[in-house]
């Protein structure tokens, strides 16, 4: 068979993971392919809250084996603290939970230089979530990195110390911060012996073997396309490649294994941190969506910015990931505007556009905007399309027609069952 993927069309937080719920009980393996705890995929089921930060969102369908591929970085702490929520819910989950040898491994020095780093930028900040990924992916292509199939070697310990000493030798640097190093790598040690005790696996002969064999595969993004490394807002990213192309790396297949690219969106938009946001609102109405939307990191707790839906920046990630079916999350966000708007356009220096310029920090872009008479319904909730209102059916026919693709998923409300999937 093939690998299905699912990822975010904007900056992150989009609702992946209530969509990987919902459509895991279709597959026997889900995988994260990708990043680390930056990401927080949020679910909703049956009134429980649950936030997974680098389990796979699959882990709460019975039977399914969910996989950390090696593309992700690992906090074992983050990591433990995980397993130890999910395992007070009362599922059986360990025996499904699987982890690359290949994965890095996130040191507590890690996130030490992100924070110093961080804090040495002032106004320049790119809005890190200080949880050492970037760091973390540097001596990963700087072939430092510590992996996870490096934990059962005799050598371990003195490849920490030598990958700790450097990180040491690198905060010199910075204006020192506080930092308690020595509690930090205390837990850290005590919670490797948690990420000693999962299944690791060569990831890529278990994820071809299994496509061999005609298993249905999900591969799970983290973040957004407009955070990736190379075709994201640069330098306001993240440190992997959060597009369909990163599934190949982080998983370790071929491009012609994947099939479906299920990219999703929500009805507005939204990013957290630093960085170009061509349809961020400053007014009621920005603080309207947020506070409806409960717009709110749920890694980081921080406050998103919210804007009107922006088209030319989804045409651009639906390019670049090759996008087979769309997904619009939170329409039911919109049920109480007097007026909702659709950037269509850029106007840059003059010139109208849908093309995303090569830098959006160094330009003016002013959007151009459609409006839409609000459907004023409350359809929280609603799982059949014909049950919205007609001025809401008109909003998605119009992003359809804008965007040139079907929308196969409409999410009215967070829980499993709130989802309109249309044939």
Known sequence: MAVDVILGLQWGDEGKGKIVDFLAKNYSIVCRFQGGPNAGHTLKIDGNKYVLHTIPSGIFREGIVNIIGNGVVIDPITLSKEIENLTQTGIEFLSRLLVSNKAHLILPTHRYLDAASEASK???KIGSTLKGIGPTYM????????RVGDIKLASFNAKYKSLRDKHLALLR???PIEFDLEAEEEKWFKCLEVLKNLQAIDCEYYINKAITEGKQILAEGAQGSMLDIDFGTYPFVTSSNTITSGVCSGLGIAPQKIRDVIGITKAYCT???GGPFPTELFDDNGAK????????????????????????QLKYTLMINGVTQIVVTKLDVLDHFEEVKVGTKYNIEGNETDELPYDLTAQQITP?????????????GANDFDVLPPLAKDYIGQLEQLLGM???????GPERKSLIVRD
């Open 368 to 380: 151009k905007y459609q409006s839409y008479k609000g459907w004023h319904t409350d359809m929280a």
């Open 289 to 312: 969506l947020g506070k409806i939307g409960m717009e709110f990191g749920a890694t980081t707790g921080r406050p998103r910015r919210c804007g009107w839906i922006d088209i030319p």
């Open 271 to 273: 990013r957290v941190g």
């Open 173 to 175: 640097q910075y204006p």
């Open 139 to 146: 001596d990963k292509t700087g072939r430092n990195g510590l």
């Open 122 to 124: 002032g106004k320049q």
């Open 406 to 412: 079907r929308i196969k998923y409409i999410s009215t």
